[in-house]
């Protein structure tokens, strides 16, 4: 079963091992002591809502790209909420009730701090026969967040839209995606190794079966989902 406990619990220990075994600067594996704590929490809790805070992955350069161009270094915020009900039938509904992921990044310079963050939410339907004013695809990335409000954005404009199509993921898949698209494979080349670990390819498979299949289902010919169907994931496709 995708969402068996035990199993994730394991693959909370595992991954931070797994991590440890190739990243010998700590870049990444400082950040992940958190996930065993977590995996006690869950293991033994009688809740099946899993939230982790606080994760922080450290990059002691800039990605590229990056403006202002005096900033050096990064930090990477990450927290995941995700509480599913398994009583629900996964094959008419999504067993997902609450799902938050938000990513902050935070950039250093000697002028100060600089932020950026994105957050992956579950949409929330309108209630009755009410309507979303803008799309709303089911899950969604979206620029921004409470974060960001407040700061002094100079001539910077930072707008609630677009909100952008994304299967949700949870911490495993958060990770990778931030490993993937912040950890360049030429300066981190240790990230080679990792990827072609057979026990770190196996937690992500298993992830995937949890959360990208039952998301993907929509786009199949026939689909008769109640929640993944192409009309909720991708609006803009009908």
């Not at 932020?115 to 026969?129: Q, R």
Request: net charge negative; aromatic share 12%; glycine share 6%.
């Amino acid at each position: 079963m995708p969402w068996e406990k035990e199993q994730y619990c394991k693959d909370l220990v595992k991954f931070v091992e797994v991590v440890g075994r190739y990243d010998q600067s700590d870049i990444i594996y400082n950040g992940l002591g958190i996930l065993h704590n977590v995996s006690y929490q869950f293991q033994y809790s009688n809740s099946n809502r899993l939230e982790i805070k606080d994760i922080e992955l450290r990059m002691h350069k800039k990605t590229s790209g990056t403006i202002p161009s005096e900033v050096q270094s990064l930090s990477i915020y990450i927290d995941c909420l995700c509480d599913i009900d398994l009583t629900i039938d996964p094959n008419d509904r999504d067993i997902i009730n609450h799902y938050s992921l938000q990513l902050v990044i935070m950039g250093y310079s000697s002028n100060g701090e600089y932020l950026n963050c994105w957050h992956l939410d579950k949409d929330i339907p309108p209630t009755g026969l009410g309507t979303h004013n803008h799309t709303h695809p089911s899950y969604h990335f979206q620029a921004g967040g409470h974060r960001a409000e407040g700061l002094n954005t100079g001539q910077l404009l930072l707008l609630g839209a677009p909100r952008l199509p994304h299967p949700p993921m949870d911490i495993f898949l958060a990770i990778h995606f931030v490993i993937c698209n912040f950890f360049g494979k030429k300066d981190f080349p240790f990230l080679e190794y990792l990827f072609a670990d057979t026990e770190y390819q196996d937690i992500l498979a298993r992830a995937k079966q949890r959360m990208f299949d039952p998301y993907f289902q929509a786009f199949k010919e026939g689909c008769k989902h109640q929640d993944f169907n192409i009309g909720k994931v991708f609006p803009l496709a009908v």
